[in-house]
């Protein structure tokens, strides 16, 4: 079955860098164009990235343009969001989502990794 | 503030119909689909509604939304305890090049 998974949150101080991860199975991840979307505590869904499916085309939102770098590996069916310059609001879930061929929406998403940004 | 505005909050008792509304602009809901996705609490946002009006395979036809204009709405029809969650529209901005969700409504069942 497909299955996103979401990994390399935790707490990190300000100013620093990561990378979140998002490992996909039961799918041929190289044909699906990805998603990260992230959900600060109590707030709504905000959209952060998307990448076509073999890594040619990429598109970001306002908020995380220029410190946010969305990026591929499909031989190793991995989805990743390097971040730097982490601010506290940047606090969040961060979602993978895998959208649908023919323009039928993001079908599939992963449970979440939660990332605090506090010094 | 969102570039989606949408009603913040809906409620009804089990059985009746409950609608809410997403309002865009001409460079997202006017020229692009709108899509729909479920929130329960605690759990991953969950696809409702593709291309305006089209449900994935698994979503009850008590769900149908319509597009006129720059604006959207969804319609839950006989509603149902498990229905409580909150709802999220979404749709490509040509003008931003790139993707925004409204800011939520959350349904309430009574």
């Known amino acids: 079955q497909v299955q996103l998974v979401e990994s390399g949150g935790g707490v990190v101080q300000p100013g620093k860098s990561l990378r979140l991860s998002c490992a996909v199975s039961?799918?041929?991840?190289?044909?699906?164009?990805m998603h990260w979307v992230r959900q600060a505590p109590g707030k709504g869904l905000e959209w952060l990235a998307v990448?076509?499916?073999?890594?040619?085309?990429?598109y970001y939102g306002d908020s995380v343009k220029g410190r946010f770098t969305i990026s591929r590996d499909n031989s190793k069916n991995t989805l990743y969001l390097q971040m730097s310059n982490v601010r506290p609001g940047d606090t969040a879930v961060y979602y993978c989502a895998r959208e649908e061929a023919a323009l039928a929406g993001c079908g599939h998403w992963g449970q979440g990794t939660l990332l605090i940004v506090s010094s | 503030q969102s570039v989606l505005t949408q009603s913040p909050s809906a409620s009804g008792t089990p059985g009746q119909r409950v609608t809410m509304s997403c309002a865009g602009r001409s460079s997202n809901i006017g020229t692009n689909y709108v899509y729909w996705y479920q929130q329960v609490p605690g759990a991953a946002p969950k696809l409702l509604i593709y291309k305006n009006n089209q449900r994935p395979s698994g979503v009850p036809d008590r769900f149908s939304a319509s597009k006129s204009g720059s604006s959207a709405s969804l319609a839950i029809s006989g509603l149902r305890s498990e229905d409580e969650a909150d709802y999220y529209c979404a749709v490509w901005d040509d003008s931003l090049s790139g993707w925004v969700f409204g800011g939520g409504t959350k349904v309430t069942v009574l």
């Open positions: 990448i076509q499916f073999d890594g040619s085309l990429k």
């Open positions: 039961g799918f041929t991840f190289s044909n699906y164009a």
